[in-house]
């Protein structure tokens, strides 16, 4: 199968940690290089925003990278980018010429509004299936962000719009599907495939990173305000209240630690900490590469993944993948990854007694880290792996060239055309 992916602001080749990079980043290029593997031809089409970047990068021998020309070719916040959406898809198009692929597979809102633009260009005389994952949806950012959501005012039509008119959606998880249902969409359209985890990476075997303290909590992810760091910060103040007191959070993300005197967030999190009383407690590690990510998550007794809202989260799978038990706000995909006293803890959003609650469980009872532990191991094992996720993929976009071969045998207008 021939299979163009379009993802307008997450390269699979970008540094994670940035402020427009990090999850969808990794999907992409995991899900890319797990359907390679799998005997199809992939190109990712991505916004180049470098002069320096070459225009197509090959990965694999059947995986490859093109950067397209549209707006300068320098990095641009992801929620100024919708006005060279039509740019994207003349170098997407442009790149098809006569020979499009059999499937076009959307990432967030504007790469569907490009993806379907590409797909219904004059020259190309079949039609292109056309699947779109979101990622993140509008409504729920808004709900959860308010007057803090930096996303285009149009944004608010375009993508019900997107979501009416591609052939397929591909949710990542049960809440996604519940908020498309609640925009109007039709869920026969609608499959699941969850994000997944590189299990060779991540594993419960290898290096651990030394720690300094009894216990150590993590935090891993970028530092914006909606990642709910504050409650690790706050609820370490109350484990020391009572009686853990020889605990570190150790907080793995933004940019490079040398610079994050610099960043709003880094210095408002130092702020809570230093007035609580836990700042010695409290390390910012910063971006650190991703090889290292396995040592350090496994030198931790849980990892706390407390968002306001969460559209899936990688990181409670990697954490579950090396064998830890993660603290997850019952939010979002969170809700679907972690299972509650299975693989991890769930405590309701924004509330950092709960938190501390189930950290000190955590914390007070080794035999059940290991066992929690164990259980994420082997539901990342059985369910979360690049290559199972790649495989419902290509049974949606199977089900999806399927429907769309039936609906040209039933329409003689179409079916002359071709």
């Not at 760091?229 to 605990?247: C, E, H, K, T």
């Amino acid at each position: 199968m021939k299979i163009s992916m379009v993802s307008e602001h997450a390269s699979p080749l970008a540094a994670l940690g940035g402020v427009d990079a990090g999850g969808q980043n990794v999907h992409v290029a995991a899900l890319s290089e797990a359907l390679a593997r799998r005997g199809h031809h992939v190109t990712v089409y991505t916004r180049r925003d470098s002069a320096d970047l070459p225009e197509r990068v090959r990965i694999l021998p059947d995986l490859e990278v093109v950067h397209v020309d549209a707006g300068p070719a320098q990095r641009l916040p992801k929620d100024e980018l919708l006005p060279f959406m039509g740019k994207l898809a003349d170098g997407i198009s442009r790149d098809w010429g006569n020979r499009p692929p059999d499937v076009v597979h959307g990432h967030f809102w504007m790469s569907g509004l490009a993806a379907l633009d590409a797909a219904r260009r004059g020259s190309i005389r079949i039609h292109v299936p056309v699947v779109q994952t979101f990622h993140a949806l509008g409504p729920v950012k808004r709900r959860h962000q308010g007057a803090q959501d930096t996303s285009p005012l149009e944004r608010q039509w375009l993508e019900p719009s997107v979501a009416r008119s591609v052939d397929r959606i591909i949710a990542t998880c049960s809440d996604e599907v519940f908020e498309l249902k609640a925009m109007g969409i039709d869920t026969t359209r609608i499959s699941i495939a969850p994000c997944g985890v590189d299990v060779h990476l991540f594993a419960g075997d290898g290096a651990v990173e030394p720690r300094s303290s009894a216990h150590r909590i993590l935090s891993v992810g970028r530092l914006v305000p909606r990642k709910g760091v504050d409650l690790a910060i706050r609820a370490l103040s109350l484990l020391r209240n009572a009686g853990f007191a020889d605990v570190e959070l150790l907080i793995v993300g933004g940019g490079d630690a040398a610079a994050l005197g610099d960043d709003a967030e880094a210095s408002r999190l130092s702020a809570v900490a230093t007035e609580l009383g836990v700042r010695d407690q409290v390390t910012f590690r910063g971006q650190v590469p991703r090889g290292a990510m396995p040592g350090i998550f496994r030198s931790a007794d849980a990892v706390v993944c407390t968002p306001w809202y969460e559209p899936f989260g990688i990181v409670p799978l990697e954490a579950m993948a090396c064998g830890i038990p993660v603290v997850a706000a019952a939010v979002g995909g969170l809700r679907d990854t972690v299972v509650d006293h299975g693989t991890g803890l769930h405590v309701p959003p924004k509330d950092p007694a709960a938190l501390a609650a189930a950290l000190a469980r955590l914390l007070g009872d080794a035999r059940l880290r290991r066992d929690l532990g164990r259980a994420g191991q082997e539901r990342v094992r059985v369910r979360y792996s690049w290559d199972r996720v790649a495989g419902e993929t290509e049974r949606a976009y199977l089900h999806t060239l399927a429907a769309c071969a039936d609906s040209r045998r039933l329409d003689p207008v179409e079916g002359a055309a071709l």
